[in-house]
């Protein structure tokens, strides 16, 4: 099956810098990835998305790349603020099987 | 829209007891899904459902059953509660690819 491996566990910035989390997949047949973030005691709210035939996908603060060959991609976000502290997961997608990563515990210093 | 709705947030129960935790959504999805949440393991897919009357296995569905009489309910049932079943219980809708998570059911097993 699908095995999704999800880096660093855990991340801290300073208020407006940038954070990158990375992660790769096993199975090359998976074709849609989201990022979701999870706030405390809340259940994960999709942020962005990429499906296999797109690289790279933008919206404001937040940006996703896919590298299909590598079997990996990632999650930018720019210039962080104090609300972009969260649990953020990435996932793979084939025919509606979703497997998740491990995790990324972000923390914004303000 | 109440879009996914989750009941209890909380319950403990004893080793041996059973129990059903519930999942409704008001989205007209046609697939629903169970995953349940541990520390650094990220989520996992229990069962999902593409429709009315159609229930598959996920990756951990052991102890766990389902049915999916209405779409719009997804119910799992607990048939014997095992101190191994103590994690955070999502439910999550879609309408294609994009999932909606529930706010999540904290199961304690003693």
């Known amino acids: 099956g699908e095995n999704v491996e999800q880096h660093p566990s855990t991340l801290s910035v300073q208020e407006g810098d940038s954070a990158v989390i990375k992660c790769t997949y096993s199975d090359s047949a998976s074709n849609y990835f989201p990022w979701y973030k999870q706030e405390l005691g809340k259940g994960p709210q999709l942020i962005i998305d990429i499906r296999s035939n797109v690289g790279e996908k933008k919206d404001q603060r937040i940006a996703v790349t896919l590298n299909k060959t590598a079997k990996h991609f990632s999650l930018h976000i720019t210039e962080t603020q104090p609300e972009d502290s969260a649990v953020y997961f990435c996932?793979?997608?084939?025919?509606?099987?979703?497997?998740f990563g491990t995790g990324t515990k972000l923390q914004v210093i303000p | 829209n109440a879009g996914v709705t989750q009941t209890p947030k909380f319950q403990v129960l004893k080793t041996g007891q059973s129990m059903t935790l519930q999942c409704a959504q008001d989205m007209n999805h046609e697939y629903m899904s169970w995953y349940r949440q541990d520390p650094g393991m990220g989520l996992r897919l229990i069962h999902y459902s593409v429709g009315a009357g159609i229930t598959d296995q996920g990756e951990v569905p052991n102890g766990y059953n389902v049915s999916r009489s209405t779409t719009e309910d997804f119910p799992l049932r607990l048939l014997s509660a095992a101190p191994s079943q103590t994690s955070v219980y999502f439910c999550?809708?879609?309408?294609?690819?994009?999932?909606?998570f529930g706010p999540g059911t904290r199961l304690t097993v003693t």
């Open positions: 996932a793979a997608t084939k025919t509606l099987k979703v497997t």
């Open positions: 999550a809708s879609s309408h294609h690819e994009e999932q909606y």
